[in-house]
């Protein structure tokens, strides 16, 4: 069985975009826990989509940018 956003994945909000762009942190069934820019949200799988590459190479500088100003591993958190 294909599960679709496994942890790691970069993604978006399929229906807005006021979240912006994320990865997930975890995934428990029909649901993902998403470091989106702004906070971290549990989403249902169906509710989101792959992130394009523009989506993701933003998320990964947003990542960067928070290592640097604030250490730990922002990867995971």
Do not use: C, N
Request: proline share 4%.
């Amino acid at each position: 069985m294909d599960t679709p956003h496994q942890q790691g994945a970069y993604v978006a909000h399929a229906t807005t975009d006021i979240y912006g762009p994320g990865k997930v942190l975890s995934a428990h069934g029909e649901f993902r826990r998403v470091r989106f820019t702004h906070f971290v949200a549990t989403i249902r799988v169906g509710d989101l989509r792959p992130a394009t590459a523009l989506e993701e190479s933003e998320m990964r500088e947003w990542l960067h940018r928070k290592v640097e100003r604030y250490g730990s591993d922002w990867q995971l958190s």
